[in-house]
């Protein structure tokens, strides 16, 4: 079984989310790396970015399949994990903490309130098993 965090939302297409005084840290599930395998490269959104909710911003690619990142929330880029760049693996050995991928603060309208709990991201996974 994949590692849920409680601490952290979520969307249906698994990202995370972790917010902290109006940043929220964005990566992708341990489900989602599980899913997609070896990681090989990354295209993260630039620093200066403006993402709407849903909106593709970056790539993870695998040995298996590429995947679009789609962000959770709404707001401006204010870093990414340069270190992907060279060691995108990072993501399959540390979704969680190292494997994050970009931050971004908070617009008004961010979508929180859209993001899924720990409890309804496990729900939605074992729906789809």
């Excluded at 399959?92 to 970009?102: A, D, K, M, Q």
Aim: net charge negative; aromatic share 6%.
């Amino acid at each position: 079984m994949s590692e849920i965090p409680e601490d952290l939302k979520y969307i249906q297409s698994h990202e995370w989310v972790r917010i902290e005084d109006g940043i929220a840290t964005i990566g992708i599930t341990d489900h989602a790396q599980e899913a997609l395998g070896d990681l090989v490269f990354v295209e993260l959104p630039e620093t200066g970015d403006s993402l709407n909710v849903d909106d593709a911003c970056g790539v993870v690619e695998s040995v298996k399949a590429a995947s679009d990142l789609f962000s959770p929330i709404a707001g401006e880029v204010i870093d990414n994990n340069a270190a992907l760049i060279d060691e995108p693996e990072l993501i399959n050995s540390s979704p969680y903490s190292e494997g994050w991928l970009f931050k971004v603060r908070l617009a008004e309208d961010s979508g929180l309130e859209n993001l899924l709990t720990a409890e309804k991201y496990a729900e939605m996974l074992a729906e789809k098993e």
